[in-house]
């Protein structure tokens, strides 16, 4: 096995193919995913090393720093390679302080857009998530308007693909009466399973899921019986929680973060670890 076959399986939806071991940029800029890197040097090499190991995909948004991920991204990898997929999102920017601001009036979310053609130093994005909810989560409400200044550009030729994020089934369905969805973005990893249902539907019409947090975010994933498989199987907790969410359905695609080279190896390693049947049915039993 070469280096370039670490990051697993693929997926395909519409003329996009995902690795499934994907990575997230989020934690490339500063404390609390705002200013430069710690180690602007590692970050770049964190980036050349995702795509080394066989990564094909990349999550980012211009907010992330703000500019300071995108930059990153153009700084080690363009001009990118024809297999590389690079999703960002829209719906939020940053305030000088570093506070999250939600901005998804039809203005805003095309400056949106024009940004990160701009900072990634391309003519078209290959898939723009439309970021909804707020600190809560999902917020139960009409998205058409949003979704359709999307669907607008996506014409104009400035996106290649759709998809949402922090929404539900209903969302989802009224986003698909005005153009194909491909990804969704949710909350969800071992401990946090509410989109169960979602996650199923998504894989029977051929649309990829994509957990964020896929590792407990902020309160990282502690459970007995996560500790308990891993060290049956000589692997981190973190390894096996990746390697349940892939073996979960076939249109999971993740994209943990990390801004060490090290870290990166060992998320990516989790798509080559099997869990037998004994270490599903235990981690099974997490979150329920």
């Excluded at 009409?142 to 290649?160: H, M, N, T």
């Amino acid at each position: 096995m070469t280096d370039t076959d670490l990051a697993g399986d693929t997926f395909r939806v519409a003329d996009l193919t995902f690795t499934r071991m994907g990575y997230g940029t989020m934690q490339l800029p500063g404390p609390g995913v705002f200013g430069p890197p710690r180690d602007r040097a590692e970050a770049l090499e964190v980036l050349r090393t995702a795509y080394d190991l066989g990564v094909r995909h990349l999550d980012t948004a211009d907010f992330y720093g703000p500019h300071v991920s995108n930059e990153l991204i153009r700084e080690a990898l363009h001009p990118y390679p024809d297999d590389l997929v690079i999703v960002t999102k829209v719906g939020a920017v940053r305030d000088e302080r570093g506070g999250w601001v939600l901005e998804r009036e039809p203005d805003q979310l095309r400056r949106q857009v024009d940004d990160n053609l701009r900072r990634l130093g391309v003519e078209a994005l290959d898939v723009v998530n439309l970021r909804l909810g707020d600190h809560r989560g999902v917020v139960a409400e009409s998205i058409a308007e949003k979704f359709g200044v999307l669907a607008d550009l996506q014409r104009q030729g400035k996106i290649r693909h759709l998809g949402l994020s922090v929404v539900d089934a209903d969302q989802l369905a009224e986003a698909q009466t005005i153009a194909p969805v491909v990804t969704v973005q949710n909350l969800y990893n071992l401990a946090h399973r509410h989109d169960d249902p979602l996650v199923d539907a998504l894989a029977e019409q051929g649309v990829a899921f994509v957990p964020f947090f896929p590792l407990g975010g902020f309160d990282p994933l502690q459970a007995a019986e996560l500790d308990a498989v891993a060290g049956r199987l000589d692997a981190t907790p973190m390894a096996v929680a990746l390697a349940w969410l892939l073996h979960r359905s076939p249109n999971m695609l993740l994209i943990p973060g990390t801004s060490s080279v090290a870290h990166l190896r060992e998320n990516v390693a989790a798509a080559m670890l099997d869990l037998p049947d004994d270490a599903l049915a235990e981690l099974a039993t997490i979150g329920r």
